[in-house]
């Protein structure tokens, strides 16, 4: 990827990508359908019922016994039943047919790399991928397609024919210990990234997930709650994500959550799976089961499950009998089995069967990871003292683990990057809860900065001491802290605080050096206390394989910082929606959430489709940086505003460069319908030297602008004025007018 894209080539990117469904290659699949259905029903038809089944009930591929120590009681039986003959060792594996020719399935998380929390596959590494927040920050499709295009390669080359990757759950809870997987709060955002992300890993053909449908967006009881909110709120917010994500990336599978949605359990919920994926909007691959997430065999086989994965009570063991019974079709198993024949085929992985040992290229794959941290990191605060001056002699490096590496988040979707891993775990242990540790890609921070700064004398400290960091930072020219919050499966923060104390400690350090920079190296949003005493913030997320050398680069002005906020950084967790994360409990915080037993509970979502910025919006709260925020070394200005409405709406402006060096605007249009809070609409990443001007269009997607109608089963733009700004963020508007718009309908099925 290129940290640069010039505008003609966003333009022609922005132009292309978001109709990727009717692109070259989309076409070539449109014609190459009726083959592909016939090839289908030859192999479906050649296998025996049983064999179809066999097909449904994936089991681990993998076992914790391997670890080769005594297990707690509280870890399922299906994580310690021997390893099955032919696994390769992953999450999730079926059996091959080779009598019909069809292959095992390999099924393997997820979105930042090929994942192995550390027992699956010993000794394998992967390219660490920065987290897909940071991905969002980016705002490039591009971007999103290249991260796939790594995870698709690798995944191939390591025998893996189906990556459990396409994360897309909206970020409703900035205190939600998954947001790190996902795409940011909103859908339009989200959806266009994850469809370019799936894209890339279909095109080495291997199979991508979209997940986890739906809704899903807090830890806390995710084995029981119910999310709540109506279907017009659910069609325009988390469901639009996902279905902008399967029409741009056409997904081969699509995984149904562990939570209720409306009082239904996601992996039982015919409305879910049945009507809105499969017919509104013509979804023809597989949904598979979250891990352990099925309850019943009847009631998620007949609302649309055709999978299931691996758990300890085999539900879909009762397959044959049922069929038998006549409780369920014998048909409705021929399309399970259709359903994951067809969509295998169709990503190649039928014809090109992966296997292990493929070639790796891990420095060009690592440089490219490099490329999209540096990409995804979000300048929040500069006084001037960024990029470091190359008269700055003495520096002071503070931080946990910073002489060691960068974060990586924890649970299912850990990668080990190429190098190792660091688990901050004291001596002792258990294996199994090491594993679970804070973890850190070996990619040191304090290392790539004296490489990229060899006449400087940079000292280090830990940071453990607030008092002696403070006091080495005194004398120094510059001090700069990277500290760290980590995220770990199954686990929400009880708010938006650093821990172990770096809120202290940064506030110390920046006390006696107002010259100090802080890089936020955590998964979520946190609270700043520290924020005006500090010269300048750096939000550098979770950055992967090369974390340390891409900080670098940005605070060295290697490169400009172009990254955006994808999720909004409340003031205080009192302007959420939900002030305290509904059902939190400090008792049952457990890392994955294995064995924690909760009562179910209801959420009720009272933002509806108002999430993140449309809520801060809608309520006038001020949050502490708005969605879309990003700041660089440079400064833009926008001028000759102009639009056009009727049918579609267009804003057309001039951005220029008012600064003194390169760098990239990324130019956000919002509309408010009639009565209702703003959207993201379209945005234009613009690349301007110095002076440079450029005047660049955004259409509003259509999508975005309609709204739905409940009562009608459909979606509506009623005719009306709608106003709209063009600017830097949700907070920012830059220019801003009114335009009418015709009405404009659309059935569901769109
Ligand atoms: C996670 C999924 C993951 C699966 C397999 C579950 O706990 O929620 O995202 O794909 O495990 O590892």
Redesign the pocket.
Known sequence: MKGTTSLLAGIMLLSAIPAAGQSQKGNTRMANAATIDAQADRIVDAMTLAEQISLTRTRAGASLKDLGVPLPAFIPEAMRIDKPEGSIGT??FVPAIPRVGFPAQH????SLGI?D?GYLRPGQQSTSLPSTLSLAATFSPEAALEAGDIIGAEAFAKGINIM?AG?VNLAREPRNG?NF?YLGEDPLLAGRLVGQQIAGIQAHHVAS?I??YAV?PQESG?FVYDARMSEAALRESDLLAFEIGVRDGRPASA?C??NKVNGLYACENPWLMNEVLKTDWGFKGWVMS????VHSLHASVNAGLDQQ??QDKDFFAGLEAAVGDGSIERQRVRDMARRIVRAMIEVGAVEKVAKPGGEIPVEAHSARAQALAEAGIVLLKNDGILPLAATARKIVVIGRHADKGVPIGG???QVIPWGGVYRDAPEGTHPLSALMAPSYSLASPLKALAAALPNAEIQFDDGSNPARAAALAASADVAIVYAVKTEM??IDHADLSLPWGQDDMIAAVAGANPRTVVVLQTGNPVAMPWLGKVGGVLQAWFSGQRGGDAIASILTGRVAPSGRLPISFPASTEQLPHPKIVGFDPAKQKA??IGVRYDPFPIDYVEGSDVGYRWFHLKGEKPLFPFGFGLTYTSFDYSGLKQTGGQTLKVTATIRNTGKREGLEVAQLYVAPPGRSIRLAGWARVQLKPGESRTVTIEADTWVLLSYDESAGKWARPAGDYRFFIGKSAGEPELSGSVFLNAAAQDRRR
């Not at 099924?107 to 997820?110: E, G, K, L």
């Not at 979250?290 to 997430?293: C, N, R, S, V």
């Open positions: 999450a999730g099924q393997a998380d997820a994942a929390i459990l994360g998954r997987e997930t997940k986890h899903n995710r995984m959550a562990y979250d891990w352990g997430a994965s691996p649970g299912s979707s499966e199954g994955l959430s």
